[in-house]
């Protein structure tokens, strides 16, 4: 890939989980296509420590799901 087709691949991926993410307070289906991102052991690191697992990394999401 060239730098101008890696920016688009990252571009349509960051667009579409933006639009996922806005969608998925109201849309159950948009929710469950964002969760599916994520593996059960997801690790993210945002601040000092990361956080592992779906429960961690996503729990706004899961929270709206659960409303």
Request: contains cysteine; hydrophobic residues 45%.
């Amino acid at each position: 890939m060239t730098g101008t087709e890696t920016e688009t691949a990252v571009d349509t991926v960051i667009d579409r989980y933006a639009g996922l993410s806005d969608r998925a307070v109201h849309d159950d289906s948009a929710l469950e296509e964002l969760l599916a991102w994520f593996a059960a052991e997801a690790a993210v690191r945002v601040g000092p420590e990361p956080v592992r697992g779906l429960q961690a990394v996503a729990p706004p999401l899961i929270l709206c799901s659960e409303i």
